[in-house]
């Protein structure tokens, strides 16, 4: 069995930009969204969605699950980094340094 490391751990970046000048276009955003946040990722800006996968494999299956969900307009970008690369990640709001909330706790069953 393989231990569970910060460099084995990903997190997957959906980072999107999609039209909402019409009804349509405004509803396909929603649904992008929330198909989103069903499959277990979290907001963490507007238009900036994450998701802890506890290996690369299961964030391939995510990853497959983003393309088969993006709208017919816009712009979608997905990339993966290790958990230690996202705990390096310094946030800002009004040129404060802001904490960042707890991670994601991974359970290992012996």
């Known amino acids: ?20 000048e019409t009804k349509k276009d405004r509803a396909a955003a929603a649904k992008f969204r929330k198909t989103l946040l069903e499959d277990g990722f979290t907001m963490f800006q507007f238009s900036i969605y994450v998701r802890h996968c506890p290996s690369k494999e299961n964030a391939d299956v995510h990853i497959k699950r983003v393309k088969n969900a993006m709208p017919e307009h816009g712009k979608v970008g997905m990339f993966c980094i290790t958990d230690k690369q996202f705990g390096e990640i310094e946030i800002f709001y009004c040129r404060k340094p802001e904490r960042q909330k707890g991670c994601t706790q991974q359970l290992e069953l012996f």
């Open 1 to 20: 069995m393989q231990r569970f490391s910060e460099y084995r751990i990903m997190w997957v970046m959906v980072l999107f930009d999609l039209p909402t």
